[in-house]
């Protein structure tokens, strides 16, 4: 059996007529129709292969970690900030990793910069933003 490395990535759309494999090829300016001259277990191997490429990419998806910036502060060890999610995350001395969702740049910024993490936490942030517990730590660590 030989092997060939092939790019699909063109591969608009296919469908399968009277004996014919049709491709919607997306060539940049423009889209071209081919046929190819091909059994009906050729389409279906088609549609099979993308169902498993769909089923492989959504198992794929990866939550990035947050990057975890080490503080001095008797509260926590660590702070980062998603500025896609806007989402903060808090290691405490404890252990325990919390976010806390719909926290804006400017709210970061401010506890990044700020003399006192924890007295800043306590006033703007605890009880303000929605939170979760971080189950996996080890995940989390910079």
């Not at 702070?79 to 290691?91: I, R, S």
């Amino acid at each position: 059996m030989k092997l060939s490395k092939i790019d699909l990535s063109d591969v608009v759309a296919i469908a399968h007529s009277e004996g014919y494999l049709q491709l919607l090829l997306d060539r940049g300016s423009e889209l071209e129709f081919l046929e190819i001259p091909a059994p009906i277990q050729a389409y279906e191997g088609l549609q099979q292969l993308n169902e498993i490429v769909a089923e492989t990419a959504t198992l794929a998806v990866v939550e990035e970690p947050i990057a975890m910036l080490p503080v001095s502060s008797s509260m926590a060890i660590a702070v980062g900030y998603d500025h896609d999610a806007h989402t903060l995350q808090v290691e405490f001395q404890s252990g325990a990793i919390y976010q806390y969702s719909g926290v804006d740049a400017d709210t970061w910024e401010d506890l990044h910069a700020c003399d006192s993490i924890g007295e800043f936490f306590n006033h703007e942030i605890k009880g303000r933003y929605e939170s979760e517990r971080v189950d996996n730590i080890d995940e989390y660590r910079c």
